[in-house]
């Protein structure tokens, strides 16, 4: 790709960006009032699977928008040190082991991949690293050029 093209390319997709980012403000705000407009009508709403609640409201050519409200969540694990630990153990009493699982957890240690290379060599800890290790995220950011101050 020349250079000519690239910039072409940058700046149809930076002009797309300021478009998107704009649609999604709107958006945001039209969500807000139906939402508040959801909360009006509390008695309108029926329950859920999950233990929260949904509303349907019907918009023109038969489109509808759905506000659900969802239910509380179970966390997904508790820890001994955790501040509601020995509340929650005491609400379950004899009951606590029926109720919940202990698991076994490994985490990396601080500075992981410098231990790693260290204890195994290069070759081995980059392995190993390579194990252990999520898939990145790749993301384009655009800086652009302020519209109001560039024209004046």
Known sequence: MTDQKLRLLIGQAVRLDRAIARLQDKL?????????????R?????????????IT??????????????????KAALKADDKNFSKIKEACGA???????????HKPVEKFREQAREL?????GRKLIRLCEGKGKTSVAFET????????
Do not use: H, N, Y
Not at 28 to 40: R, S
Not at 57 to 74: K, Q
Not at 145 to 152: E, R, Y
């Open 42 to 54: 509390a008695d309108e709403a029926v329950p859920t699977d999950g233990g929260g609640t949904s």
């Open 120 to 124: 195994l060599g290069e070759t081995e």
């Open 57 to 74: 409201f019907e918009g023109s050519g038969g489109c509808i928008a759905r506000v659900t409200e969802s239910g509380r969540p179970l």
């Open 145 to 152: 050029k302020d519209l109001t101050k560039a024209a004046a």
């Open 28 to 40: 945001k705000m039209l969500k807000a009032q139906i939402t508040a407009e959801a909360d009006t």
């Open 95 to 105: 009951f606590f082991t029926r109720l919940f699982l202990p698991e076994i957890v």
